[in-house]
C-alpha cells in the first residue's frame, strides 16, 4: 500500500498565484521528498526534507513537514504555465528502504 | 554527464508473451531502482539493487517478475506470460549513495499488453 497521500487529486490556478499540495503519510520517516513528473516523462527530484526539519526553501518552492501530523506541504509561488504537471511527494523510512511515492497532485497552472 | 536511460520507450506485446525491459543507471550511481506506474497512480515500487548486496524484491507482485543487474549497472527488468495488468509504465531510477536520498529517473518505458 502506498505510504503518501497527496490533495487535492487535481489543481487548476492561474498563473501568478500560488499553489499549495499537501502530503499525509502513515509511518514514522527518515526523509520526505516531492517530485515533479510531466506529461509521459520521468520524475524530477525537487526537494528533500529530513525528519528534524520543519521547513525548506528552493528557489519558488517551500516545504513544510509536520511529524507530529504525518503531514508535508509544498507551496509553489508566483506560478508559471511551466510548472504543470503532476507533484508526488515520497518518503523512506530509516534504514536501507526504497521511497514510497503518494498518488500525486495535478497541477494545471493557466495562462 | 548523461542521465538514466531506459529502453524501448514504448513496447506493445501480446498477452502471455515475455518482455525485457532495460535500464542504464548514471555511471558510478551504486543503488538501482524499478518502480511501476499505472495510468493515473502513483509509483509502485519493485526492485532495488544495492552494490553487490542481495537485491530487495518485496515490490515484485508476481514470480512472472524479475530482474538482474549486471556488473553493478545495466538492470534488465523481465516480464514473463504478460498480463493486461502488467501494462503501465516501467520507471528506472539511480542513486549514488546506499540509503534513499535523491533519486534520478529514467523516461520510463510504457508497456502495453494486448
Known amino acids: 500500500s502506498q505510504q503518501g497521500e497527496e490533495d487535492p487529486q487535481a489543481l487548476s490556478i492561474q498563473e501568478g498565484e500560488n499553489a499549495t499540495m499537501n502530503c499525509s503519510y502513515k509511518t514514522s520517516i527518515n526523509n520526505l521528498q516531492w517530485y515533479r513528473q510531466n506529461s509521459g516523462r520521468g520524475l524530477v527530484h525537487l526537494i528533500l526534507?529530513?525528519?528534524?526539519?520543519r521547513e525548506k526553501h528552493s528557489g519558488r518552492l517551500r516545504v513544510t513537514l509536520d511529524t507530529s501530523k504525518k503531514s508535508s506541504s509544498l507551496l509553489i509561488t508566483a506560478s508559471r504555465a511551466a510548472d504543470t504537471a503532476s507533484y508526488f511527494c515520497a518518503t523512506d523510512t530509516s534504514g536501507n528502504t526504497p521511497l514510497v511515492f503518494g498518488k500525486g497532485t495535478r497541477l494545471s497552472v493557466i495562462a | 554527464g548523461a542521465g538514466v536511460s531506459q529502453s524501448p520507450s514504448n513496447k506493445v506485446t501480446e498477452k502471455g508473451k515475455d518482455v525485457e525491459l532495460r535500464c542504464d543507471p548514471i555511471s558510478g550511481h551504486t543503488a538501482l531502482y524499478w518502480y511501476r506506474q499505472s495510468l493515473g497512480q502513483g509509483l509502485e515500487f519493485l526492485i532495488y539493487?544495492?552494490?553487490?548486496?542481495?537485491?530487495?524484491k518485496s515490490g515484485l507482485p508476481s514470480d512472472r517478475f524479475s530482474a538482474e543487474r549486471t556488473g553493478g549497472s545495466v538492470s534488465t527488468l523481465t516480464i514473463q506470460r504478460t498480463q493486461q495488468e502488467d501494462s503501465a509504465v516501467y520507471l528506472c531510477?539511480?542513486?549514488?549513495?546506499?540509503?534513499?536520498?535523491?533519486?534520478?529517473f529514467g523516461p520510463g518505458t510504457r508497456l502495453t499488453v494486448l
Open positions: 539493487f544495492q552494490g553487490n548486496s542481495a537485491p530487495d
Open positions: 531510477a539511480s542513486s549514488p549513495r546506499a540509503t534513499p536520498t535523491e533519486q534520478f
Open positions: 526534507i529530513r525528519s528534524n526539519e
